[in-house]
């Protein structure tokens, strides 16, 4: 073989990696963005015998989400709590989860993501759309339900901690911030789930796939990440993470709580929890832990007192 045809060879192979690398790279991209959607939500009110309003309301870019207003056992207070659940999810996991709070005095407003659960939706982009749709949540409850919106705190898990984290930096007129599992960074996340679930090397797959993801979305969901917004959250907040977390690992979970400036700021680590796993593993511990740090920051705001009206005497003209 000559050295032009053994150097076409090479050419050949290496157009043929490439070609292979694309292909790889683009085919992932609908596995990020369209999330497998269950059939039907697995949990719902009735099995914890509550009290419910199913609700429907529609994002700024015209996506209807679909969600439940659930008033605190009793009867409705001016406490509520907004769930945010993970990427591959929908509300009906986060009720499984976090029902118990309806027993101790709280709101729980639960919605599903643009195409998540009952919603409508296409595209799923693991936190920047679905910016929109916690803004579309908040603005549906401020509207339809101003006495229970006195004070509302945010509750997310996994990507709907991400969303928690931009939201909580958005709106710093809310009481309170509890994130669980949240990654720092978008592309950090893809890449952990791409070796984690796919063996997928970062580089140059994964870096093509996200090249391809942002032509999708023309944009960078990237700037959404909480990294970029965690420094601007002062309210109280509360970081959960599972020590064997393998798409939000450990240290990244450290980094991010570091990053929050809030003067009244906790984490706690779940031992042997995994990704999203940490109230099936926390039990009885993560139920007592969740509530006394709702009971504590979310509290409907003290009622104004009426200035005191002093009476002025003047005496009569001689």
Known sequence: MSKTELFNWLLFALGAVAALAVYLSYSKVSDIIHPARKAALAYNPEQYKLIHETVEFVTADGVRLKGWFIPAVGGATGETIIFCHGWGSNRG??????????????????????????????????????????????????????REAESVAVFGTSMGGSV??????????????????????????????????????????????????????????EPYSPLYSVGKVRMPAMFINGDHDDLVPLADAEKLFGMCPSEKKQMWVIAGASHAKCAEVGGEV????????????????????MPEIKKVLHSPSA
């Open 164 to 221: 928690a984290i931009y939201a909580a930096a958005k709106y710093p007129e809310l009481s309170c911030l509890l994130a669980e599992s949240t990654f720092p960074s978008y592309k950090g996340v893809v890449a952990n789930w791409s070796w984690g679930r796919l063996k997928m090397p970062y580089f140059p797959l994964v870096a093509m796939t996200l090249f391809f993801v942002r032509r999708k979305f023309n944009a960078d969901p």
């Open 286 to 305: 993560y139920r007592n832990k969740v509530t006394a740090f709702f009971k504590e920051y979310l509290r409907e705001p003290e009622p104004e007192k």
């Open 93 to 146: 996991d986060s009720l499984r989860d976090t029902h118990f709070l309806a027993e101790q005095g709280f709101n729980l407003f639960y919605f599903d993501f643009r195409a998540s659960g009952e919603s409508k939706g296409t595209m799923s982009s693991v936190g920047y759309l679905e910016t929109r749709d916690f803004d579309a949540a908040y603005d549906f409850l401020k509207t339809n339900r101003p």
